[in-house]
């Protein structure tokens, strides 16, 4: 599986922006797809992830701001980011999980105030 990570860019404290995560391969539908971020200075974090069903799980910093979707049609998942804050800087990687891990690159995001 290789992923491809897009959508990134430089953004006013509130504004938007959609990350796109296009995956290859066959199957895409049974893996769980997800966003980690990392910003400067601190650990890997989990963001969002969707599993093979539609379930989705959060990190409670994102709750309400952000919604992760997934189209099994485009082998596409997608990161809406809404109300932006500087604390939301980083750069995000995209992953697909079933049996082993894959990760795509990373995307930068950066809110400035």
């Known amino acids: 599986v290789q992923l491809q990570a897009s959508g990134g860019g430089l953004v006013q404290v509130g504004g938007s922006l959609r990350l796109s995560c296009a995956g290859s391969?066959?199957?895409?539908?049974?893996?769980?797809m997800g966003w980690y971020r990392q910003a400067p200075g601190k650990q890997r974090e989990l963001v969002a992830q969707?599993?093979?069903?539609?379930?989705?799980t959060y990190a409670d910093s994102v709750k309400g701001r952000f919604t992760i979707s997934r189209d099994n049609a485009k082998n596409t998942v997608y990161l809406q980011m809404n109300s932006l804050e500087p604390e939301d800087t980083g750069d995000y990687f995209c992953?697909?999980?079933?049996?082993?891990?894959?990760w795509g690159q990373g995307t930068q995001v950066t809110v400035s105030s």
């Open positions: 992953y697909a999980s079933y049996q082993y891990v894959y």
């Open positions: 391969g066959s199957m895409f539908s049974i893996y769980t």
């Open positions: 969707i599993t093979s069903g539609g379930t989705t």
